[in-house]
């Protein structure tokens, strides 16, 4: 028990709202609560009185005696995460008649047998709320056990946190036996497979919120990165046919009819597009976020009906979406948020005629969110039915020109296109930011972009300058063209632009045209030595890492010859390879990229160093060759390879008859100067081509 001292000093704590240390916690009065922390303590004595008990980070077994059946009779809330718990009594916190709060989350070695024995009793508490993370680390694959779920049947729990826990499997009746009262419910980080036993969710009929986000499953998860998306095949052939997802319409169809929340961030599918789906009539929906799914096709539409449609907010970010179906968001006449960033939205909102209408029916949009997508070019009516839109994020992006019409977005209020490579804004942007900006305070936000400071862009300067909008810049921003603060050199051009001195005038054009000469020089020797010293580059590199290079080599090169190709030609390439490697009279060791590159090297690195490696390189010239920049860079590295080596290395094949029109000038020269090999066209021809190859290989 603690001293009569001890009392005296806690009641006038008490009044004082003061925090005592001593050697054993250390604890906090206020006027409603007795606040206990015990974090690495000397945790023998709590008073009893107390409210709020915490006691986290013990480096070892946390005492349960500190806690469990105490004489507490006011605790409300009690918080022994982040311990070394492994075991638990069964009942520990039922006699706790006023607990409201329970966490015990991130003890891992407690498993679910002492979360039975924690949850024992609980009915006969108060208890509101229970965070139970991270607590079974014990096994990967175990069931979940409905006895767990009985043991809250007759609380009145609100709150279940259940996240980060390996659980795979449920036990018929594990959702059904939770209480009616529960309104949020998070299994987030587990590794759920799609099981019947996940119909029993909509049997909670008061469920407000639901986190089912990253599932870690056992099936094998596809990996979408952006460097595997072949941009202009996915946008040009996109077919309802190949969408057959129903992940997303076996979510919904469990899905409460009270739900406001449901967050699916990280959901696993066999597929990748986004099909058509529906929610249910009687459906509360709020907020969705099935954002960091691998959804890269949108097809749909979400079918929501017209009358009972709540829908306000959907984040579907991070998805490295490229595509996207007219009327995919038709429906959504009520979302007032969409979130969209870190998608690869760039090259459909450049090449394709519907991205014009891509938000078409989105008539209650406030907030649109479309950072970092690699956009370059938005259409001009991509925003026409959006006519509430307050809130525009365009950042992170490659914009240089603004073409998107705003003329009549009337309750704007924000435009984040910072980090772009914007020079200016249009006078038809300007005069409907000053219109939008008569009745209430607007923002562009214009940080890290490529304004100049240019007579010629004197108008739009001063426009920033005394517009009422309030225009974002970073301190000490420095315009292209000027060296000095914006402001600076937005005085300066205001007095130079406006002179009629022509003496000083031809000086700056003589002056400008003498350094643009030089540049010129400069820049016409580095661009004729161009491949000359990005070869270099890459074996001063090599050099770096102790690399020998292969001609000082006296066991000679690794490969017999590297082939470069365009994908278009790999059918014919594939037969070359064959007779090359398999044919014993033959049998050359040749080095392909999609085969013998090293992954973690970039490309442009894995080139050289192949080329470099290879006796010959051997390129087949066609039409798809000229189109691919990557065959062009290996072709030019490959001549480079022969005047800094000394060695002939280039063996041309052509496979088509391609004018010299269409040649660029450095391959024209080299078709001038070099002979060459015709495709084969009969069985004859081929053989006689490999005998070729075989010679000029050796």
């Known amino acids: ?271 990748s597009c986004i099909p058509r789906f529906g929610i249910s009539r009687q459906s509360k929906l709020e907020y969705i976020d099935i954002s960091q799914a691998g959804y890269n096709t949108w097809i749909g539409p979400i079918d929501v009906h017209p009358v009972f449609n709540n829908i306000r907010e959907l984040d579907l970010s991070n998805n490295q979406c490229h595509f996207i179906e007219t009327g995919f968001f038709r429906n959504l006449t009520h979302l007032t948020t969409l979130n969209l960033n870190y998608n690869v939205l760039g090259p459909f909102m450049s090449f394709t005629k519907i991205s014009a209408s891509v938000f078409h029916g989105l008539k209650s949009l406030k907030c649109l969110w479309m950072t970092n997508n690699f956009i370059k070019h938005l259409d001009k009516n991509m925003l026409k039915d959006n006519i509430y839109l307050e809130e525009l994020h365009i950042n992170k992006n490659e914009i240089e020109s603004w073409t998107l019409d705003i003329s009549h977005l009337k309750y704007l209020t924000l435009i984040d296109c910072s980090r772009n490579k914007l020079t200016t804004l249009p006078k038809s942007v300007r005069d409907s930011l000053d219109a939008i900006s008569k009745n209430k305070t607007v923002m562009v936000n214009l940080k890290y972009n490529k304004i100049i400071c240019t007579c010629k862009n004197l108008n739009f300067l001063d426009w920033m300058f005394k517009t009422r909008v309030r225009v974002i810049l970073p301190e000490g921003f420095q315009c292209v063209g000027f060296k000095g603060n914006i402001s600076y050199g937005y005085n300066y051009l205001k007095k130079e632009c406006g002179k009629e001195n022509s003496v000083k005038e031809w000086l700056y054009l003589v002056q400008t045209i003498c350094l643009l000469f030089i540049l010129c020089v400069i820049a016409l020797v580095v661009y004729k030595k161009r491949w000359t010293l990005i070869y270099r580059w890459y074996m001063f590199r090599l050099k770096r890492k102790r690399y020998t290079p292969i001609g000082g080599c006296a066991g000679g090169y690794q490969f017999d010859a590297f082939l470069s190709f365009a994908d ?79 060695r002939e290395v280039v063996i041309m094949t052509v496979l088509e008859d391609i004018p010299h029109k269409e040649l660029s000038l450095d391959v024209l020269q080299y078709y001038k100067k070099n002979s060459y090999i015709i495709k084969p066209n009969t069985e004859e021809e081929l053989k006689l081509y490999l005998k070729v190859l075989e010679k000029l290989v050796n």
């Open 1 to 271: 028990m603690l001293g009569l001292t001890d009392v005296f000093l806690c009641v006038c704590c008490l009044f004082a709202n003061i925090t005592i240390t001593s050697c054993f916690c250390n604890v906090t009065y206020n006027s409603t609560d007795v606040i206990v922390k015990c974090d690495n303590a000397n945790t023998s004595n709590v008073p009893k009185n107390v409210t709020i008990l915490f006691c986290n980070n013990n480096k070892d077994d946390c005492n349960a005696r500190l806690f469990c059946n105490r004489d507490f009779k006011k605790l409300r809330f009690i918080d022994i995460s982040k311990n070394s718990l492994q075991y638990l009594p069964q009942g520990c916190f039922s006699s706790f008649v006023d607990l409201e709060h329970l966490i015990i989350s991130n003890n891992q070695q407690l498993g679910f047998d002492n979360m039975y024995n924690a949850f024992h009793g609980l009915n006969k508490t108060k208890i509101k709320q229970i965070h139970a993370s991270n607590v079974n680390q014990v096994t990967v694959i175990y069931p979940y056990p409905r006895n767990i779920s009985t043991l809250l049947t007759k609380t009145s729990l609100k709150t279940f946190h259940l996240a980060y826990n390996e659980i795979q499997t449920l036990e018929s009746g594990s959702f059904y036996l939770l209480p009616m009262t529960l309104q949020d419910l998070s299994i987030r980080g587990n590794r759920f497979e799609w099981n019947p036993v996940f119909l029993e969710i909509a049997s909670l009929k008061s469920l407000q919120k639901l986190d089912i986000s990253y599932q870690c499953s056992t099936r094998r998860y596809r990996q979408r990165t952006r460097r595997h998306i072949d941009l202009e095949r996915n946008i040009t052939n996109q077919t309802k046919e190949d969408c057959k997802d129903k992940t997303l319409g076996d979510l919904f169809r469990v899905v409460p009819p009270s739900l406001t929340t449901l967050i699916a961030t990280g959901l696993i599918s066999e597929y």
């Open 568 to 646: 278009e030609d790999r059918p014919f390439v594939d037969r070359v390879i064959d007779e090359l490697e398999g044919n014993p009279e033959v049998k050359l060791n040749v080095c392909v990229h999609f085969r013998d590159f090293i992954p973690g090297k970039s490309i442009s690195r894995n080139i050289v160093t192949s080329i470099h490696s290879s006796k010959k390189t051997i390129v087949f010239m066609s039409r798809a060759y000229l189109k691919s920049d990557w065959c062009k860079y290996e072709l030019r590295m490959a001549i480079t390879e022969e005047s800094h080596m000394n």
